[in-house]
């Protein structure tokens, strides 16, 4: 079965620590992942997807194959940062770009 | 402000009732879909269309119902055979199903079931 498992419902960090929002998923071909993230009274966006290889914000996901994982990192957290973030996995057949989402994960940074 | 809308902002229905809510995208993409958005669940995909004249049902369909006359539309009936409607409704388009196109969301409808 096609999953993306969030485990986090809340991380609360302070300002200037590391961070790591944790997303696991279950798909038995060669996955497409994303980072969707939703800022208060904003519309949830796309932050990065995992075949850029790029840093957003100074966010950046590694694609670890071998333990399903597309955890979400930032080495120094800011206030401006705190949002609901989700993982989402492209599922379905080849042709089709419906998404998988995880059940998302609250992040606060606390100053 | 273009891009993708939705109408309206929020919704009352009083049960038994079938209700309409509205999508319009101005970005010419050929892909909508329908998600619907319940703490502590994330976003569910409801119906999702990739062409004109043609939808698929997502992973939660009963009760709902859509229509793809046009491209720019994808309307979404939330009947009274849906259990439990009260959510935060979105819509989001793509430029193609296929590949890492990105999905553009609306900003969200509430439904709340009286």
């Known amino acids: 079965a096609q999953r993306v498992t969030q485990p986090e419902k809340l991380l609360s960090v302070f300002k200037g620590a590391p961070v790591e929002l944790k997303c696991n998923y279950s798909?038995?071909?060669?996955?497409?992942l994303f980072w969707y993230v939703q800022y208060s009274r904003q519309r949830l966006q796309l932050l990065l997807r995992?075949?850029s290889r790029e840093s957003i914000k100074g966010f950046t996901a590694d694609l670890n194959k071998g333990e399903t994982s597309f955890h979400l990192k930032k080495p120094f957290a800011q206030e401006e940062d705190s949002a609901m973030y989700y993982c989402?996995?492209?599922?379905?057949?080849?042709?089709?770009?419906?998404?998988?989402f995880g059940q998302g994960t609250t992040l606060q940074v606390k100053p | 402000d273009g891009g993708i809308t939705q109408s309206p902002k929020y919704l009352f229905r009083k049960e038994g009732q079938n209700v309409t809510l509205s999508c319009e995208q101005n970005?010419?993409?050929?892909?909508m879909y329908w998600y619907r958005q319940d703490p502590g669940q994330g976003l569910r995909l409801i119906y999702y269309s990739q062409i004109v004249n043609d939808f698929q049902k997502g992973d939660i369909a009963e009760g709902y119902s859509v229509s793809r006359e046009k491209k720019e539309s994808f309307p979404l009936t939330v009947t009274s055979a849906q259990k439990n409607p009260t959510a935060f409704y979105l819509c989001?388009?793509?430029?193609?199903?296929?590949?890492?196109?990105?999905?553009?969301f609306g900003p969200g409808t509430r439904l709340t079931v009286l």
């Open positions: 798909y038995s071909g060669s996955p497409e």
């Open positions: 989001a388009s793509s430029p193609a199903s296929a590949s890492y196109n990105e999905q553009f």
């Open positions: 989402a996995l492209k599922g379905g057949s080849s042709n089709t770009g419906k998404l998988i």
């Open positions: 970005l010419n993409h050929d892909a």
């Open positions: 995992h075949i």
